[in-house]
């Protein structure tokens, strides 16, 4: 099975601030890797799919790049909506492996 | 709009069974993979199960294999997870998700919480 590693765990930062987030593959996935969004009690909400294809309605601050086996996910500038914890998500393999996920919260 | 509601969580001994539920709308479900995702308390996002859109193609965790049954009704748009032979390890709240192109996840239900505890 394909394992995904997301760092840090944990980021803390203030709103206006750029944030990235990384998430590295255990294997060479191409550019198969989706980024989602979650709030506490809330559903995964997919922000980035096919590593730097932006999802519809997503605001352009959100950006993913990456390919083979090391990705990114960066937000130009920090608003209080995206403090949330992200997950990356291989889709290369049926495993549909998600990230441990990376809490990002305000300082 | 697209929706997905979850139903049938609830308590469970170790050793019983549930049956899950996701009713669909606002897309066409018979032309969609769907698919189990799991989150225990605290915890990370686990893929489950996937059924594609006609129900030839059924994949399972290893974590649930030859205990849970993903099937699903055109007819009706809904998405069901059996689940038998329950463990402590199982409880989490499970989310339907359509799937688009390659395993990708692009709507949610919002999830429904299964406790097994003795």
């Known amino acids: 099975d394909i394992q995904m590693t997301q760092s840090p765990s944990t980021l803390s930062a203030s709103v206006g601030d750029r944030v990235t987030i990384t998430c590295r593959a255990s294997?060479?996935?191409?550019?198969?890797l989706a980024w989602y969004q979650q709030k506490p009690g809330k559903a995964p909400k997919l922000i980035v799919f096919?590593?730097?294809d932006l999802q519809s309605g997503v605001p352009s601050r959100f950006s993913g790049s990456g390919s083979g086996t090391e990705f990114t996910l960066t937000i130009s500038s920090l608003q209080p909506d995206d403090f949330a914890t992200y997950y990356c998500?291989?889709?290369?393999?049926?495993?549909?492996?998600f990230g441990q996920g990376t809490k990002l919260q305000i300082k | 709009e697209e929706q997905l509601v979850e139903s049938g969580g609830g308590p469970a001994k170790p050793g019983g069974s549930l049956r899950l539920s996701c009713a669909a709308s606002?897309?066409?479900?018979?032309?969609?993979?769907m698919n189990w995702v799991r989150q225990a308390p605290g915890k990370v996002l686990e893929w489950v199960s996937s059924?594609?859109?006609?129900?030839?193609?059924?994949d399972y965790a290893d974590s649930v294999k030859g205990r849970f049954t993903v099937s699903r009704d055109n007819t009706e748009n809904s998405l069901y997870l059996q689940m038998t032979g329950l463990q402590v390890e199982d409880t989490a709240v499970y989310f339907c998700?359509?799937?688009?192109?390659?395993?990708?996840?692009?709507?949610w239900g919002q999830g429904t919480l299964v406790t097994v505890s003795s």
């Open positions: 998700a359509k799937e688009v192109g390659a395993y990708l996840l692009d709507s």
């Open positions: 606002g897309f066409t479900f018979s032309s969609h993979t």
């Open positions: 059924i594609s859109s006609n129900s030839r193609y059924i």
């Open positions: 294997q060479s996935i191409s550019t198969w």
């Open positions: 096919k590593a730097s």
């Open positions: 998500q291989q889709c290369y393999t049926y495993s549909r492996t």
